[in-house]
């Protein structure tokens, strides 16, 4: 295992939140490409668990955790810096990595607020009790975010977008895993 990583099991609640893409500066310190445009949970979380690059040379081998002193923007980039990662060099053994959080680590979503990785998998049900299928992926498209569902027609799985916002999303229920719109079957 590498200077600063110490070897770890995955928790059975980790989330995939970024990777690590180079070395930053002399310090030990290191970029990171986040998975979400806001990138809280790298904030909040002083324990990321690491997995070797799927790609490329990998410097480790099974799980490491990384115990993170600092993490922040810097110039429209996340920079990090951890426990035992103290120069370039040892910065740079860490590019590739994959990022893992626990999900029982994120900040607490606030009110009609939520985390996409809850949404994926949830089925999606219109106001007349349709079924209109499952939440596949979400994406931004600048002013919005909008759902991805799979719906199966015919035998064939078709894909269909539903904005996610108030005037078509009317209740999301987490623990009976559903969403309720206000979209037809045939839009």
């Known amino acids: 295992m590498l200077p600063g990583l110490e070897a770890a099991e995955l928790p059975a609640d980790a989330i995939e939140v970024g990777r690590i893409l180079d070395a930053w500066g002399i310090k030990g310190w290191f970029k990171v490409l986040p998975y979400s445009a806001d990138p809280e949970a ?3 979380s002083r324990i990321w668990f690491l997995l070797p690059t799927e790609k ?3 410097t480790f081998s099974g799980v490491g955790k990384l115990r993170i002193k600092e993490a922040k923007i ?3 980039m996340v920079v990090a810096c951890a426990h035992g ?3 370039r060099n040892a910065a740079d053994s860490l ?3 994959r990022i893992f959080i626990a999900r029982s680590s994120f900040p607490s979503a606030q009110k009609d607020e939520y985390y996409w ?3 994926i998998g949830l089925d999606v049900i219109n106001r007349e009790g349709v079924s209109l299928g499952h939440v596949r992926d979400l994406l931004t498209t600048g002013p919005q975010t909008v759902l991805v569902i799979d719906q199966v027609r015919d035998g ?3 894909e269909i977008m539903i904005p996610f916002v108030a005037v078509y999303i009317d209740d999301v229920n987490l623990g009976e895993r559903r969403i309720l719109v206000d979209w037809q079957a045939d839009y």
């Open 156 to 158: 064939k799985t078709v």
């Open 74 to 76: 810097h110039s429209d």
């Open 42 to 44: 790298l904030f909040s």
């Open 117 to 119: 990785v809850d949404l």
């Open 85 to 87: 990662i103290d120069d």
């Open 95 to 97: 590019r590739g990595a």
């Open 56 to 58: 490329g040379v990998e």
